[in-house]
C-alpha cells in the first residue's frame, strides 16, 4: 500500500502518523486573529472560539510617515 | 536611544509632570468681560478650532443667532444671521482666551463662566455654566426658553454659585474627580455622581449665601436635576491643567482636542499654538426615539479637553454604564476602551483609577507618535446635536478623532525638531 499525503489525500493506514496541520484540524481549534477584524468576526459566527488582534501596519502603512516616526525615536 | 529620542523622552516627561502635578480648585463664577479683557462686544467665542461664519455647521449658526440677540447684538434671530453673513461678529475659538465650552460652545462677554485655577502654576480657565438637558444652546438652541435660561444663569445662578464657592474658600476638584470615577463616571457623558458630589459640597454654602429661600430652592433644583452639570467644571478642569504644558519644545504631547461641527483640531505641545486640522467625523452611536444618524450633525466641543486628560472615553473602564448609553457595545467591553487608549498615552495617572481595572490609573498624555504609529485614534464620548439650528440634541455615541490631524502635526513636530522624512 502506498503512502499517501494524510492532509492532501486522505490517508487510509491506520498506523501513519497524521501530519501536525492535520492534528490541528483534529482537535478544537482555536484562534488568534490579527489585524482584519472580519476574519474573527466570520469564526465567532461559527461558534470558534477567537481571539481578535488589533493591529495594523505601523503609520498606517505610509512609508514616509514611518521614516519620520524611526527619526524621531518610534 | 538617539538624541533626538531622548530630547522628546525628556520634553515628554516634563509636559506629562505639568499635567499630573496640577491642583485645579474652582475658585468662583465671574463675568466673561471682567475676567476677560480681551473679549470685546461683538466677539463670539465658540468651540473647536477656528472657524468663518460660511464653514459654519447648522447647530454652530443656530446658537451664533441666538446669543447674539441675548446679547442685543441682533433685534432677532433672522437679524442676527443676516449680521453674521455680513462679518458684523468677530469668530475666535474659546481656546484663544483661556475658555472651553461644550458642543456649540457660545461664551460672550455678558456670560457668567465658572473659574478654575490651577494652584500648581496659577492659571486660571473658563467655561460657562451647563445649561442641562433638553433643548439648550449648546446643541444649536435658540428659542425664547433658551434665552431665558442662559439669563437666569447670568443673573441667579452665576452669582450665587460664585458667593457659596468663596465662601467655601474653592473645591479642591481632583478629589471630586477621584472619587466619581469610583462611582462609575467618566466625565464626559456620565457625570451624575460628580455632579451630585458636588452638589453634597455646595449646598450648605449656597444655603449660607443664597438672597432667598426661594433663589435657594430654584438653585439646588437646578443642579440635581442636570446630571451633567459637573461637564463644565470638569473642561474648565481640563483646560486649566492642560494650559501650562503648551509649548514645551521637543514634546510630542497632545494639549488640547476639540471641535467646531466642521472640522477637529488639535494642539501639540512642542509646536506651540498651531492648529492641525482634519474634517470632523459623525459619532457612531445611540438615537433618542424619533431620530437616526440622517438627522444628526458632525461631532462638535470643547469637550474633548477632558479626553485629553484622561477622562471620558479613555476613563470608559470606570464607566460600564455609559457604553451602552453611548452605543459603543457591551458594558464588559468599557476596559477595552481604556487599554487602548493606553497604547497612544505616555502615562498612567496614579491619583485617577479605576477599581475594576484593579486600580490602573487613566492613560494621560496622548502622544501624536503613538497615534501615527498604531493608528489607534483618540476615543472621544460625545453628545449628538440635529444637524438643524435650533432642535437640540438627539443622541449619544462615540467619535474617534481623524487621523489627518496626528499626521499632518507628525510632520510639523519633525520640522521643529530638525527632521525630514
Not at chain 2, 476602551?337 to 496614579?350: K, S, V
Not at chain 2, 487613566?362 to 502622544?367: E, L, Q, S, Y
Not at chain 2, 503613538?370 to 435650533?390: D, Q, R, S, W, Y
Amino acid at each position: 500500500m502506498s503512502k499517501r499525503d494524510p492532509v492532501a489525500g486522505g490517508a487510509t493506514n491506520a498506523n501513519l502518523k497524521p501530519s501536525p496541520a492535520m492534528m490541528l484540524l483534529m482537535t478544537p481549534v482555536k484562534v488568534v486573529n490579527v489585524g482584519l477584524k472580519g476574519f474573527a468576526d466570520e469564526l465567532s459566527a461559527q461558534g470558534v472560539p477567537v481571539q481578535h488582534v488589533e493591529w495594523q501596519p505601523p503609520a498606517s502603512g505610509d512609508p514616509k510617515l514611518a521614516a519620520l516616526l524611526a527619526k524621531l525615536g518610534i | 536611544m538617539t538624541d533626538i529620542a531622548q530630547t522628546i523622552d525628556a520634553a515628554n516627561k516634563e509636559a506629562v509632570r505639568r499635567i499630573l502635578s496640577s491642583e485645579p480648585v474652582l475658585i468662583g463664577v465671574v463675568r466673561a468681560s471682567e475676567a476677560l479683557p480681551r473679549l470685546k462686544a461683538g466677539t463670539i467665542l465658540h468651540a473647536g478650532p477656528p472657524i468663518s461664519w460660511e464653514r459654519m455647521c447648522g447647530p454652530m449658526r443656530g446658537a451664533v443667532t441666538g446669543i447674539a440677540v441675548f446679547e442685543g447684538w441682533a433685534s432677532d434671530l433672522d437679524d442676527a444671521e443676516r449680521k453674521a453673513a455680513a462679518g458684523a461678529f468677530t469668530f475666535e475659538p474659546n481656546h484663544h482666551y483661556d475658555c472651553v465650552g461644550p458642543m456649540t460652545g457660545m461664551t460672550t462677554s455678558s456670560q457668567m463662566l465658572m473659574v478654575v485655577q490651577n494652584k500648581t502654576f496659577g492659571n486660571l480657565a473658563y467655561c460657562a455654566i451647563n445649561e442641562g438637558l433638553g433643548k439648550v444652546m449648546r446643541f444649536g438652541g435658540n428659542d425664547r426658553e433658551v434665552l431665558d435660561r442662559i439669563r437666569w444663569l447670568t443673573d441667579v445662578l452665576g452669582p450665587a454659585l460664585d458667593a457659596a464657592i468663596k465662601d467655601m474658600g474653592g473645591i479642591p476638584l481632583k478629589a471630586v474627580i477621584a472619587r466619581g470615577l469610583t462611582m462609575g463616571d467618566e466625565m464626559h457623558q456620565r457625570n451624575v455622581a460628580c455632579s451630585s458630589l458636588l452638589l453634597r459640597q455646595l449646598a450648605p454654602a449656597l444655603a449660607r449665601t443664597a438672597k432667598d429661600n426661594e433663589t435657594l430652592a430654584k438653585c439646588l433644583t437646578f443642579i440635581g436635576a442636570n446630571d451633567q452639570f459637573f461637564l463644565n467644571v470638569a473642561m474648565a478642569m481640563g483646560k486649566a491643567m492642560t494650559d501650562p504644558a503648551r509649548g514645551i519644545a521637543g514634546s510630542s504631547m497632545v494639549t488640547a482636542m476639540c471641535r467646531n461641527g466642521t472640522d477637529f483640531g488639535i494642539r501639540v505641545s512642542g509646536t506651540g499654538d498651531q492648529w492641525f486640522t482634519a474634517p470632523v467625523e459623525m459619532p457612531k452611536g445611540l438615537y433618542f426615539p424619533g431620530y437616526s444618524e440622517a438627522d444628526a450633525n458632525p461631532d462638535m466641543g470643547d469637550s474633548a479637553i477632558v479626553e485629553t486628560i484622561g477622562l471620558g472615553g479613555f476613563a470608559m473602564g470606570a464607566a460600564p454604564a455609559v457604553v451602552g448609553f453611548i452605543g459603543a457595545g457591551n458594558a464588559s467591553e468599557a476596559a477595552v476602551f481604556t487599554r487602548a487608549m493606553g497604547e497612544i498615552c505616555l502615562a498612567d495617572n496614579p491619583e485617577w483609577t479605576i477599581p475594576s481595572m484593579d486600580y490602573k490609573g487613566v492613560p494621560t498624555g496622548i502622544d501624536i507618535r503613538l497615534v501615527v504609529e498604531t493608528g489607534l485614534m483618540p476615543t472621544i464620548n460625545t453628545g449628538v446635536a440635529h444637524k438643524k439650528p435650533g432642535v437640540g440634541q438627539v443622541g449619544a455615541g462615540v467619535v474617534k478623532a481623524p487621523r489627518g490631524c496626528f499626521e499632518q502635526a507628525l510632520v510639523a513636530f519633525a520640522a521643529t525638531m530638525g527632521v525630514k522624512a
